[in-house]
């Protein structure tokens, strides 16, 4: 009996430190050791191999997030995972009102390499072979997730962008001409889009998470930087179109924007350009 128990104890501690190592491979995260977690409510393991995680992280803003939950719900084989990162204005209680999973990050404000990291994580523990991280602040026609999906399978791809409207929300639009490109260049011209983001969550196996030296802004640049330095296959896409309301949920106040500044510096010194 003692020699089971202690094979139960280190098969944790194991699984710990490999979960550890995996995030912090090459250039990952290291929020853990700089911010508190705590799991508020968590849905039971179940077989998720066919579903797809939708992450989204938040700090207030709730209206953004009903529209967004709204969408999701349209999907198929979606499930929802709320990142809250200390909000004020009812959220958490929203959340549990509606039965709508969510983790308390309490960290830097809006750290979104973190939360993005915490999401992602989860989708793979609980095996989830996709996830999907959506800020709050963007709008999914209802076919999206399952045609990332289908998407992401047909090119072997390891990340896809979708296209995207920006500004006030008239409704979905469907493009005139179906584009879908290989990525080469990791610029927001070449269809990186961080507000949306699909991925197969073994890419944490092949390259770690986002780097949490970036926080808040060139997150999105590195990873996609880190994903074709690997030989990794990133789609950009306009068979989903999605509605972006244009920041609303970020660069609101001064001190976000001077992080960004300084995330572009680091980006600039990381990648020498």
């Known amino acids: 009996m003692q020699v089971l128990v202690v094979k139960l104890v280190g098969g944790l501690y194991f699984l710990l430190f490999y979960q550890h190592w995996r995030l912090n491979l090459h250039g990952g995260i290291k929020g853990a050791e700089r911010n508190h977690i705590t799991v508020i409510s968590k849905v039971p393991m179940v077989n998720n191999q066919n579903q797809i995680l939708c992450i989204i992280p ?99 791809a390891f990340c896809v962008y979708p296209s995207f409207t920006v500004g006030e929300f008239k409704g979905f639009q469907k493009p005139i001409h179906e584009i879908t490109r290989v990525m080469s260049c990791p610029t927001g011209e070449d269809g990186m889009v961080g507000f949306c983001q699909f991925f197969r969550t073994n890419v944490l196996d092949k390259i770690g998470g986002f780097d949490e030296n970036l926080d808040l802004a060139w997150n999105d640049n590195d990873y996609l930087r880190r994903l074709l330095n690997a030989n990794l296959v990133a789609i950009s896409s306009n068979r989903v179109v999605i509605h972006h309301y244009g920041s609303q949920t970020v660069w609101k106040e001064p001190e976000w924007r001077e992080r960004g500044e300084k995330d572009k510096k680091r980006y600039i010194e990381k990648w020498g350009e």
Do not use: H
């Open 58 to 156: 938040v700090k207030n803003n709730l209206l953004f997030t009903k529209l967004l939950i709204s969408d999701i719900k349209c999907q198929n084989f979606a499930d929802i995972l709320v990142i809250d990162n200390e909000s004020s204005d009812g959220t958490k209680e929203w959340l549990v009102d509606n039965n709508i999973e969510f983790v308390g990050f309490e960290g830097a404000k809006y750290a979104v390499s973190s939360m993005w990291n915490i999401g992602m994580n989860e989708a793979n523990v609980r095996g989830y072979n996709y996830c999907c991280i959506c800020n709050n602040d963007i709008r999914l026609p209802s076919y999206a997730l399952e045609t990332f999906k289908k998407i992401s399978v047909e090119y072997d």
